[in-house]
Nanobody, 125 residues
């Protein structure tokens, strides 16, 4: 099982980026998928997660209305569209997957087994 993120980079505040996460060795369909981030000196936080293919999407309050998670099962790829970026969005972003839990709140971002290596997102003011 391997998850590979891409699409990170440097952008000015107000700009946009789209992160991609390609999976190999398994298929996202039917599994929980999520995007997480970790800024220097801070704990990792769940940004957006879908706990099963039949669950609603969870977004952290800090990104609601700005970030959108989506998936393309034909490409076995998960995306995170990030708009209206702020300097506080600066972090290493990770995608992850795990067994479905069917939660639709913050618990949708818990108990993930497979993780990517991360991609850096830097937002300058």
């Amino acid at each position: 099982v391997q998850l590979v993120e891409s699409g990170g980079g440097s952008v000015q505040a107000g700009g946009s980026l789209r992160l991609s996460c390609a999976a190999s060795g398994f298929t996202f369909d039917g599994y929980a998928i999520g995007w997480f981030r970790q800024a220097p000196g801070k704990e990792r936080e769940g940004v957006s997660c879908i706990s099963s293919s039949n669950s609603n999407t969870y977004y952290a309050d800090s990104v609601k209305g700005r970030f959108t998670i989506s998936s393309d099962n034909s490409k076995n790829t998960v995306y995170l569209q990030m708009n209206s970026l702020k300097p506080e969005d600066t972090a290493v972003y990770y995608c992850a997957s795990g067994y479905p839990t069917y939660y639709e709140d913050y618990r949708a971002c818990q108990n993930y087994d497979y993780w990517g290596q991360g991609t850096q997102v830097t937002v300058s003011s």
